[in-house]
């Protein structure tokens, strides 16, 4: 098992990265967050690695941070999760934002990952909410739910939506003040 890799970046492509250690070029899959947290080209780095051995290939992903790398490794589990689905799933929505749509059983925050339907999501949150620390509930249910809903409600686009709920995964409180924090984040891009 490779569990990390400590070389010099010599590639950056879109959904990969080679690192160079030991006189040797390990092509590793990252997520976009992963890809961001790297040092530019020709400088050095330290990957935690998870390697994938198939029938016909051997792949190694990489991971910015243990807790990316443990959820990696979760998502997997999930019956039609794989890597590459886990790996989309991890570059659209933060650690933390992936944390909180589980335990908040908000499967419609998991739905913006291209790939991922609402049979997926839902999945992902029954399967994982308990491995998370959290009780299971239907999904869906939570007030950022609730806020996402009533977002699309006024017309919002997914993508929209998503962008008014950046960074209110970790906010709590009434659904009411959720809801006017992103619609005042919506008006401030319009």
Same mark, same amino acid.
């Given at each position: ?11 950056r ?5 080679v ?11 990252? =997520?976009?967050?992963?890809l961001?947290?790297?040092p530019?080209t020709?400088?050095?780095a330290?990957?935690l690695?998870?390697?994938?051995v198939?029938?016909?290939?051997m792949?190694?992903y ?10 990696f490794?979760?998502?997997l ?8 689905v886990a790996l989309?799933?991890?570059s659209?929505? =933060? ?12 499967a419609?925050?998991?739905?913006i990952?291209p790939?991922?339907?609402k ?12 491995k998370?620390?959290?009780?299971v ?14 977002l ?5 686009s ?17 659904v009411?003040?959720?809801?006017? =924090? ?6 401030a891009?319009?």
């Open positions: 098992m490779i569990a990390f890799l400590d070389g010099l970046v010599a590639e492509m879109g959904d990969r990265v690192i160079a250690a030991g006189g040797i070029g390990y092509e590793v899959l990252v =997520s976009t967050t992963t961001a947290a790297l530019a020709g400088r050095k330290r990957l690695t998870q390697l994938q198939r029938d016909d290939a792949t190694l990489g991971f910015a941070t243990a807790g990316e790398r443990d959820l490794l979760l998502l589990g999930v019956t039609g999760v794989g890597p590459k989309a799933i991890l659209v929505l =933060s650690t933390e934002a992936l944390r909180r749509a589980i335990l908040d059983g908000d419609d925050a998991i739905t990952v790939g991922v339907g049979k997926v999501a839902a999945r992902v949150v029954l399967d994982l909410r308990d998370l620390g959290g009780a509930e239907l999904p869906g249910a939570g007030p950022m739910a609730e806020v996402r809903d009533a699309a409600g006024l017309g919002l997914p993508q929209e939506i998503h962008e008014a709920l950046g960074g209110l995964e970790e906010a709590e409180g009434p009411e003040d959720l809801l006017r =924090s992103a619609l005042q984040r919506v008006g891009r319009a």
